[in-house]
C-alpha cells in the first residue's frame, strides 16, 4: 500500500521520521510521497526523504501560500524537477478559502506549474478548495491544447468535478475525510468512481482516519483508508491493493517500484 500525499518535513514527523518510516513498514506501506509546499523548504525536505529508499517528493509552491513577492517561475519549477526523486509537480491549485488576497497572483503561479508540467512531463497534484469552477476553467483551457496528467488530492468535490476527473482521465485521491461519518456527501459522489481512478493518501499530519481521528497522522495510517474503501468498493483488500498501487506508478511513472522501505 502507498500513502501517495503526505508532509514529512512537517516538524511533528520530521521530528519522529525514523518512527514514522518504522510504523509505515509495519504497516506495510511500500512508497511515501511526501509534498512540498514551499520552495524555501525545498532543499531540507529532500535530504530527509532521500534518506529512505522508496521515498519520492514533489516541488512547488501551495495556492494558500502565494503572494505578491514569491511568484514561481516555470524555468525554477521545471529545474528543481530534475532532482532524481522528485516525481511530481505540487501541489499546485486555487484555495479561496485561505487566501482572498491574491487571487490574480494564484493563478500565474497554477498556470506556471501547468507549463512546467508539459515541459517536464511530469504530472500535477491539484489542491482546490471553494475554487472548483475556476480550476476546470483553467485546466480546460490547458486541454484543449496537450492533455495533462493530474491528480485531485484530497478529493472532496461535487459530482461536477468528478466527471470533470473522470471525462479527462485524471486521478482522484482519497484521504482520511472518506471514513469519518460526517461524509456521506463524499462517498455518495464517489461511489461510481471506478478503482482504476483512484489513489489513496493520509495528508499527514492533518486529516487522520477513522479510527485515529483528532490525533496526530502518519503514512501508516493510509492503512485504515486502504481497509474502509476496500470494504465500501466491496474489493477484497489485495486486489484493492494491487490496483491503487499500480494507479500510483501509472501516474508516477518516474518513481521507481520497491517491495519496501529501506
Do not use: W
Not at 508532509?7 to 511515501?32: G, Q, Y
Not at 525536505?45 to 519520492?56: A, C, G, P, R
Not at 455518495?188 to 487522520?208: G, R
Amino acid at each position: 500500500m502507498i500513502d501517495s500525499h503526505c508532509h514529512l518535513n512537517f516538524k511533528t514527523l520530521s521530528d519522529n521520521i525514523e518512527l514514522i518510516i518504522d510504523n509505515a513498514r509495519k504497516n506495510n506501506i511500500t512508497s511515501i510521497l511526501s509534498i512540498n509546499t514551499n520552495p524555501e523548504e525545498f532543499k531540507e525536505h529532500y535530504k530527509l526523504i532521500n534518506k529512505f529508499k522508496s521515498l519520492f517528493i514533489s516541488y512547488g509552491l501551495h495556492p494558500a501560500n502565494v503572494n505578491s513577492n514569491n511568484i514561481i517561475e516555470v524555468e525554477d519549477i521545471v529545474l528543481n524537477c530534475d532532482y532524481k526523486r522528485v516525481i511530481a509537480i505540487g501541489e499546485t491549485g486555487l484555495d479561496f478559502f485561505r487566501s482572498q488576497n491574491f487571487k490574480k497572483e494564484q493563478y500565474r503561479v497554477f498556470e506556471n506549474h501547468i507549463e512546467a508540467s508539459y515541459q517536464t512531463r511530469l504530472p500535477l497534484i491539484i489542491h482546490q478548495r471553494e475554487s472548483e469552477s475556476e480550476i476546470i476553467d483553467v485546466i480546460t483551457n490547458y486541454q484543449k491544447e496537450r492533455p495533462l496528467k493530474i491528480v485531485f488530492h484530497c478529493f472532496t468535490g461535487s459530482s461536477k468535478l468528478r466527471n470533470f476527473c473522470l471525462d479527462n482521465e485524471f486521478y482522484i485521491s482519497l484521504s482520511g475525510i472518506i471514513t469519518f461519518k460526517n461524509a456521506q456527501n463524499i462517498r455518495d459522489v464517489i461511489s461510481c468512481v471506478p478503482l482504476s481512478s483512484i489513489l489513496i493518501e493520509t495528508d499527514s499530519p492533518f486529516l487522520a482516519p477513522m479510527p485515529h481521528r483528532g490525533k496526530n497522522n502518519e503514512p501508516s495510517y493510509v492503512k485504515f483508508i486502504g481497509e474502509f474503501l476496500s470494504d465500501f468498493f466491496q474489493t477484497p483488500l489485495d486486489s484493492f491493493e494491487s490496483i491503487i498501487d499500480d494507479n500510483f506508478y501509472e501516474l508516477f511513472s518516474k518513481a521507481i517500484r520497491y517491495n519496501e522501505i529501506s
